[in-house]
């Protein structure tokens, strides 16, 4: 099992969130939103290596993550994370699913994300 099929299945048991494909243009952009809010808390492509800084156009699966500011700047030290692809560097981390970062961090990195996205206890 690749590690976009492992996280693709963590999200949907742990959380119970589904990918949506809203982009005719990039069938394979994956969508995680909280069913409540629809806010996005994992967005998961396939992109050009070059997109993150990366020396080469190899096509590489990421995931797309909220993450707290705090957090960003000593996670971007970490092989496999980089600033957010698309997305508002200060708040947002790519992350490559090659299996660089072990499961059990991206599992963390997913919590994170869906608990600042998640809104106010209702």
Not at 92 to 119: A, F, M, N, Q
Request: net charge positive.
């Amino acid at each position: 099992m690749s590690v976009r099929q492992f996280l693709d299945n963590h999200i949907t048991h742990t959380y119970g969130a589904t990918a949506e494909y809203p982009w005719a243009s990039a069938p394979s952009y994956g969508v995680y939103r909280h069913s409540h809010n629809k806010k996005w808390f994992a967005v998961i492509m396939d992109i050009p290596a070059s997109k993150l800084g990366l020396e080469n156009n190899e096509i590489i699966s990421i995931v797309n993550l909220k993450c707290d500011p705090i957090l960003i700047g000593s996670l971007h030290k970490d092989n496999g994370i980089y600033p957010a692809y698309h997305m508002n560097k200060s708040y947002w981390i790519s992350v490559v699913l090659d299996g660089t970062v072990d499961t059990e961090k991206l599992k963390w990195l997913t919590e994170i994300s869906h608990t600042l996205t998640k809104g106010k206890a209702r």
